[in-house]
């Protein structure tokens, strides 16, 4: 035997599954397999990858806020501000019909409420934002750094993946409007590192999208800037 052989032993499973070879890279392949199912798969999976990977829940963005109470309030009144704002003058730019026809059935339609508000709080708020942001960004800085550029390029691209991924049901317009909250709650979470607040935000902007058809204010609040 020779002992002068100075060499680390073989990376254990939870090193691999954080690295990019055979088992980490077959991490990411299934991880994304879940994200075409949905998102609650998805950050099932993300989260049973961060606890076998033994990933710190800080990397993932999953800090303890300071005061709870204030990033809750902060975050649904930057949600909730976020989506009234969009659908008053930048989707009309954009050229986005004035009323969502995938969603429109929510209309007054109170027995529907109950299910589209689970899907927006847990499916999109939670399960969207651990894969999208919480996942790829942690991803991208392990593999490219955590220089401005790369922080920067991992902010655009995220958005150009969470865009796409609304061209499915909602076409154009929800590829536009996916587009500019992927910027926004990926700038957001590129600044502050802390993914309640963007779950937070993220929730409320869907809620508030869900209230404004539900009540039928979807388009007076289209043409009140833009007849």
């Known amino acids: 035997m020779n002992t002068d052989d100075t060499r680390p032993p073989p990376p254990n499973a939870a090193e691999q599954l954080r690295g990019f070879g055979p088992l980490g890279l077959l991490a990411i392949v299934v991880i994304l397999a879940g994200a ?4 609650p798969v998805s950050a099932s999976l993300v989260l049973a990858w961060a606890w076998l990977s033994r990933t ?11 005061s709870w109470a204030r990033t809750a309030v902060v975050g649904v009144v ?6 009234l704002a969009l659908k008053a003058l930048v989707m ?3 050229g986005a019909p004035p009323a969502n026809p995938t969603y429109h059935y929510l209309a007054g ?13 847990i499916g999109a708020g939670i399960g969207e934002e651990l894969f999208f942001r919480a996942y790829l960004f942690e991803r991208s800085a392990r593999l490219f750094g955590r220089s401005r550029t ?3 390029a991992t902010v655009v691209l995220s958005a150009a993946v969470f865009a796409l991924a609304h061209f499915q049901d909602q076409g154009l317009p929800g590829v536009e409007q996916a587009a500019v909250t992927g910027l926004v709650f990926g700038g ?3 600044w502050r590192r802390e ?8 929730a409320a902007f869907d809620v508030t999208a869900v209230a404004l058809i539900y009540w039928n204010w979807e388009v007076p609040l289209a043409r009140l800037l833009f007849r």
């Open 92 to 94: 009309p730019l954009l």
């Open 56 to 66: 710190p829940w800080p990397g993932l963005g999953l800090r303890r806020p300071r």
């Open 188 to 190: 957001t979470f590129a």
């Open 150 to 152: 790369a922080l920067t």
């Open 195 to 202: 993914l309640p607040i963007v779950m937070i935000a993220h």
């Open 109 to 121: 339609n109170t027995a529907a409420l109950p299910g589209i508000l689970a899907a927006v709080v």
């Open 78 to 83: 930057f949600g909730s501000a976020f989506k």
């Open 36 to 39: 075409l199912v949905g998102p």
